[in-house]
């Protein structure tokens, strides 16, 4: 009797630890620093093996951005679709984009640096993305200053976001809790034009 061969079966965490990888690798050493063997050593696998999951280096950067991109686009939509009041639709956009580059440090350090690296049709097509995102914010944002022009809402747009990414060039020695409170009401500040 002759023992059969067992079937492979795929590591169901692979892709991820992949992608969890790269992004350490490059938000440290950058993206021109790293190798695919560098990207498979330290997911525990071998350079080679990732291309059983991606095409090559900027295919993981492009997955990578993508799915953060399209998260962060459906927690707005969700923001848009469920709740009336801009201002604390605007804080809901607030914190999850706080969210996002706190509990995801290195994906948004490697998105914030290392755009400019991908091919130009998928960072035309991430930018576009960006662009839908960015574009709820300005519409909440409508709602509260009704005589701004476009070019004001943007702007202050672009400022709140760029508060909120500033956690990623420096480290504050600050608890979580309290970097998330400080940004959170920086970046409404703002976009509200209030003080106090």
Do not use: C
Not at 157 to 171: D, E, F, K, N
């Amino acid at each position: 009797m002759t023992g059969a061969v067992p079937a492979r079966r795929r590591d169901p965490d692979r892709r991820e630890r992949i992608l969890e990888a790269a992004a350490g690798l490059v938000a440290q050493r950058g993206y021109h620093d790293v190798g695919m063997t560098d990207i498979g050593a330290a997911a525990g696998i071998t350079g080679s093996a990732i291309y059983r999951h991606f095409d090559g280096k900027s295919d993981v950067l492009v997955t990578m951005f993508e799915r953060v991109i399209d998260d962060l686009a459906a927690g707005a939509a969700a923001i848009a679709e469920n709740e009336p009041d801009p201002l604390t639709a605007l804080r809901r956009l607030i914190a999850g984009q706080l969210r996002f580059v706190i509990d995801d440090r290195d994906v948004a350090q490697v998105y914030y640096h290392e755009i400019a690296n991908l091919p130009d049709e998928d960072r035309r097509r991430l930018r576009r993305k960006q662009r839908l995102y960015l574009e709820e914010w300005v519409h909440q944002l409508t709602a509260l200053h009704p005589g701004a022009t476009d070019a004001e809402l943007r702007a202050r747009v672009h400022a709140a976001i760029g508060t909120i990414q500033s956690v990623l060039r420096y480290r504050s020695g600050l608890a979580a809790q309290r970097l998330e409170t400080l940004i959170a009401d920086a970046a409404e500040r703002v976009l509200t034009g209030t003080g106090g």
